[in-house]
């Protein structure tokens, strides 16, 4: 009897160990999720980056072709639901997929990151990423890349606008 009393205060012991493992502030679990969190917004940072790249070289290409002075500035698009491919806007939604967004505001773009998945991960119905960018003539800068995991909490990804 006291041999299977013992028996079971190890195993209870041993269960309350491998819960505490799997839960907790640095249980499994939540650095999983803090890794799915780090993955997704390093592939944004990636996507918007080699957007961004693609439409500079494009802007670069017309600027060759034409004897106008096609400024990529000047073609960021009045309209940020524009699909029209001769417009900055245009050029990124050829190499971004649905989840963003776009608004203009002057010579600074702003692209928004949205997706359920991002949201599952950060357990946040509006959690996004932002970034900002800065078009001059045909330079394009990323001047921040911002994610909002939940309503107080901005981490800055790239930049510190």
Not at 47 to 56: C, G, S, Y
Not at 62 to 68: F, Q
Not at 133 to 159: P, W
């Amino acid at each position: 009897l006291i041999a299977l009393v013992i028996t079971i205060i190890v195993l209870l012991i041993l269960a309350g160990v491998s819960i505490a493992m799997l839960t907790g502030k640095n249980g499994i679990l939540t650095r999983t999720n803090e890794a799915k969190v780090s993955q997704i917004e390093g592939q944004v940072r990636e996507e918007i980056n080699l957007a961004v790249q693609a439409a500079k070289m494009y802007a670069e290409q017309k600027a060759v072709e034409t004897s106008d002075g096609w400024l990529a500035s000047s073609k960021i698009g009045a309209n940020a639901d524009a699909a029209d491919a001769d417009t900055v806007i245009g050029q990124l939604k050829n190499d971004l997929d649905d989840d963003y967004s776009y608004a203009v505001e002057g010579t600074t773009l702003t692209i928004t990151y949205e997706s359920g998945d991002y949201d599952a991960a950060t357990n946040y119905s509006s959690a996004t990423i932002v970034a900002k960018v800065s078009i001059t003539g045909n330079n394009f800068d990323i001047t921040s890349l911002k994610a909002n995991r939940d309503t107080d909490e901005v981490i800055t990804i790239v930049g510190t606008d």
